[in-house]
């Protein structure tokens, strides 16, 4: 597992537009940009190269040509909206094992079970875990560890999946027809395995498998892709271009 920092700095980072920011300077925008210390509380330039490098790694870090059409074209038309910060999260679990492990093993489980709080220490128990068996992080102190598991559960509540200040509690959001249609196509993308049904990346929906499929199956939705369901095989084929999708669906 490739383990980095980009869960303490993307949990603490001040300003979201500069995720927006970076975007631009990414595509080679020659739109001028303000000085970062002029609209956030970033001090220093250091400062600004750790966000940097967090966003750039994490949110803004593509598997595919038709993930990153799909993505941009989110941002560019709603800048940062709570639709583009659950595709940053789901860009950024792809992009970040170490997220990705906490949402498989602490976040999803309890979300699909129905538990209403996750504690900072079911966090801090599942990275010491995973302590014994990645030469990344072995040297991580319980301080470290402690941090993460913080920062991890405010990361959550900035891509508006937890809620609280003390006592972080799990929101259960639901894909409006939009956002369902934009995770389809982000899933047809993302997963390489011709069997959807098998997709780690099934529950990043917040549905389960069954009612996932059901809604996949209305007829409303099949102007936006063509699907082949055997019952123990899933097969999704998008009928718009990924460039166009998003502006297709507004």
Known sequence: MNVNSDINI???LPDWNLVLQFLNTAKGSSEVMEPYHTYTSIKTDKSVKRFEKAITGSLLRFPNKESEQLIQSVLD????????LLVLFWNASINNELLHHLNS???????????????KDEVSACIKELKETEAGIKAWTIGTIDTVGRKYLT????????????????????????MFILFIYWLTATESKSNLLDSEWFKYSFSEKNV????????KFAKYFQLSFTGDKLKVETSIPYTKIYHGLN
């Open 212 to 219: 996932l499929i059901e809604r996949l199956m209305q007829k």
């Open 77 to 84: 038309a709603e800048g940062i909206s709570p639709d583009s």
């Open 105 to 119: 093993q602490v976040y999803f489980p309890s979300f699909y079970s129905g538990r209403l709080v996750i504690k």
């Open 155 to 178: 990361l959550l509540k900035r891509f508006n999946l937890m809620d609280g200040r003390v006592s972080k509690t799990i929101v259960h959001p639901y894909l409006n027809d939009k």
């Open 10 to 12: 993307l949990g603490g």
